[in-house]
């Protein structure tokens, strides 16, 4: 099993970057494919991006590629989301997943076993 607590969100202006935080607690974390959701207000759950085992696989949404960038550090037990030239459609809340199952292409929350809480990001125009 492995819990999960997102920090980092806030407010930001439009052009700006913001860097979230997930750490994870378990003892096998670096077993688990991570990944990044985010929810608006009345839109289903978007997937953000993924990463794998090692970090050395990732994918993401053609939303947010170029801008976004998911890392993680198993000796920490924490994955990231760097978020550059933010725009006002990137505001919702941000929850960070894990999935037992391997491969970085899961797009579906379905695919994914255990959810954080969520973190609110804002951007302003």
């Known amino acids: 099993q492995v819990q999960l607590v997102e920090s980092g969100g806030g407010l930001v202006q439009a052009g700006g970057s913001l860097r979230l935080s997930c750490a994870a607690s378990?003892?096998?974390?670096?077993?688990?494919?991570m990944g990044w959701f985010r929810q608006a207000p009345g839109k289903e759950r978007e997937f953000v991006a993924a990463?794998?085992?090692?970090?050395?696989?990732?994918y993401y949404s053609d939303s947010v590629k170029g801008r976004f960038t998911i890392s993680r550090d198993n000796a920490l037990n924490t994955v990231y989301l760097q978020m550059i030239s933010l725009k006002p459609e990137d505001t919702a809340v941000y929850y960070c997943?894990?999935?037992?199952?391997?491969?970085?292409?899961?797009?579906?929350?379905?695919?994914?076993?255990?959810w954080g809480q969520g973190t609110q990001v804002t951007v302003s125009s």
């Open positions: 378990g003892r096998t974390f670096s077993r688990y494919t």
């Open positions: 997943a894990a999935a037992i199952r391997d491969g970085v292409r899961k797009t579906s929350p379905y695919e994914y076993d255990y």
């Open positions: 990463i794998g085992w090692s970090g050395g696989s990732t």
